[in-house]
């Protein structure tokens, strides 16, 4: 894997960490740790911000989407909503797309204190 992205002009420009963290993952057997963070990577644009700014995707375990949301309301809407958040996650990212989604309350969107 190339850690370079060939620019105009035939030269290499460095990649941004993001960029590179999945396949930095993938390489060393990190295989559901690359898709988590492939999902986090499209989260916002998937769910949109107001979604995002009240969940936040933790991680990936047989294919189980895990998320933190700031309240039992939030927690309870996306419930409801799973299988549209599931269909816009399968169309950025495929069969890398997470089956399901596991809602907990427990996230304190940044400059808010968790109670």
């Not at 105009?8 to 963290?21: D, F, H, I």
């Not at 990190?30 to 969940?55: M, Y």
């Not at 989407?65 to 169309?91: G, H």
């Amino acid at each position: 894997m190339s850690r370079w992205r060939r620019g105009p002009g035939r030269r290499s420009q460095p990649l941004a960490v993001a960029e590179l963290l999945g396949g930095v993952l993938q390489d060393l057997g990190l295989e559901e740790a690359a898709r988590a963070h492939r999902v986090g990577l499209c989260w916002k644009e998937a769910v949109g911000p107001q979604v995002a700014s009240h969940c936040r995707p933790v991680g990936l375990r047989n294919g189980v989407l895990e998320t933190e949301v700031d309240s039992s309301v939030w927690s309870q809407q996306l419930q409801m909503r799973s299988p549209e958040i599931l269909a816009a996650l399968r169309d950025r990212l495929g069969e890398e797309a997470p089956t399901a989604l596991r809602f907990r309350v427990g996230y304190a969107p940044p400059g808010k204190a968790k109670r």
